[in-house]
Each structure stands twice: as structure tokens, then as C-alpha cells.
Nanobody, 115 residues
Framework: QVQLVESGGGLVQAGGSLRLSCAAS????????MGWFRQAPGKQREFVAT???????NYADSVKGRFTISRDSAKNTVYLQMNSLKPEDTAVYYC?????????WGQGTQVTVSS
């Protein structure tokens, strides 16, 4: 069983920055990949970024060059640094962990970008 706890969401003006955190209850090296997804009102949940256990990263085209995913293995935490935020980035952001047996999701954290 893996528990994921997100934090760092909030309200920010367009052009601003936020850093999301996702703390896992187990070593992140035991997790194949961790990532961030988001869901805006009335829309489907969409991929934002992912980082594998060997450090490879991947981003959605919509956030490339603005968002950075990273990890701190000592803290079992994955981060999403979000810069140059746009109103269209407004969504609930969810942390996801892919293990050998199943997928786990966090409870989500709200990010609101005002214009």
C-alpha cells in the first residue's frame, strides 16, 4: 500500500510560480514512476509530467519549458515546479505512483491561476 500526500497548491496570478509536493509513504525507488496529472472543471484528467525510478522525465507539450518535475529520494518526495503559470493551468493536480502491482493516486491539490 502506498499513500501519497500532495501539498503546495493555491491561488496565484498569471505569470507566477508554485511548487507542488507529493510525499510517498514508501521509498520512491520502489515505485516504477511517479507523475502529476491535472483535471480542470468539466474536462478529463490529463497527463502533466512523470519521472521514472531511474530519473527519466517526460512532459506534456502544454507545460514543456514551464514546469519541472524532480525528486528528493531522502524525503520520498516528488516535486512539480510550475513557472510562468497561465489561467489555463487552473485545475486540481493529482500525484500518481505506478508500482509493479497497481496504480495509486493522491487526493489532489487545487491550483488556481487568475488573469
Amino acid at each position: 500500500q502506498v499513500q501519497l500526500v500532495e501539498s503546495g497548491g493555491g491561488l496565484v496570478q498569471a505569470g507566477g510560480s508554485l511548487r507542488l509536493s507529493c510525499a510517498a509513504s514508501v521509498s520512491i525507488f520502489s515505485i516504477n514512476a511517479m507523475g502529476w496529472f491535472r483535471q480542470a472543471p468539466g474536462k478529463q484528467r490529463e497527463f502533466v509530467a512523470t519521472i521514472t525510478s531511474d530519473g527519466r522525465t517526460n512532459y506534456a507539450d502544454s507545460v514543456k519549458g514551464r514546469f519541472t518535475i524532480s525528486r528528493d529520494s531522502a524525503k520520498n518526495t516528488v516535486y512539480l515546479q510550475m513557472n510562468s503559470l497561465k489561467p489555463e493551468d487552473t485545475a486540481v493536480y493529482y500525484c500518481k505512483a505506478d508500482t509493479m502491482l497497481r496504480v495509486y493516486w493522491g487526493q489532489g491539490t487545487q491550483v488556481t491561476v487568475s488573469s
